[in-house]
């Protein structure tokens, strides 16, 4: 379901920001879903947050609440993942989701891999003490 790329990864500082790209050429249609994901050496990935393009709608992990925020620039097809006050804790491999869903679709975040169709590469993220 078309190309996705994410990046802009980095090692950091506890305390420290980054700010995750994601270009997905999806996000021309209406009816797309951004998800975040991320992946622990040794952990099961988990969601991290996720955009509805038709609302602006957003869902984030209690983690990442408070601390996490998406923004969106739809004229280039790109997502925007800000991570603020970043600890160890946040150390993994980020990966970029997008899927299609219908106009009321009721579980939209639910954060389940197998309901996304185009994942990108991944990009590391490490944060140091």
């Known amino acids: 379901e078309g190309q996705l790329v994410d990046s802009g990864g980095g090692s950091v500082r506890t305390g420290d920001s980054l700010i995750l790209s994601c270009e997905d050429s999806?996000?021309?249609?209406?009816?797309?879903?951004i998800g975040w994901f991320r992946q622990a050496p040794g952990k099961e990935r988990e969601g991290v947050a996720c955009?509805?393009?038709?609302?602006?709608?957003?869902w984030f992990a209690p983690f990442g609440k408070g601390r996490f925020s998406i923004s969106s620039d739809f004229s280039a097809n790109s997502v925007f993942l800000r991570m603020s006050n970043l600890t160890p804790n946040d150390t993994g491999t980020y990966y970029c989701?997008?899927?299609?869903?219908?106009?009321?679709?009721?579980?939209?975040?639910?954060?389940?891999?197998?309901?996304?169709?185009?994942w990108g590469q991944g990009t590391q993220v490490t944060v140091s003490s």
């Open positions: 989701a997008g899927k299609n869903i219908y106009k009321h679709a009721r579980l939209w975040w639910q954060m389940y891999e197998g309901s996304y169709t185009s």
């Open positions: 955009l509805k393009r038709s609302d602006g709608e957003k």
């Open positions: 999806g996000l021309i249609h209406n009816d797309r879903v």
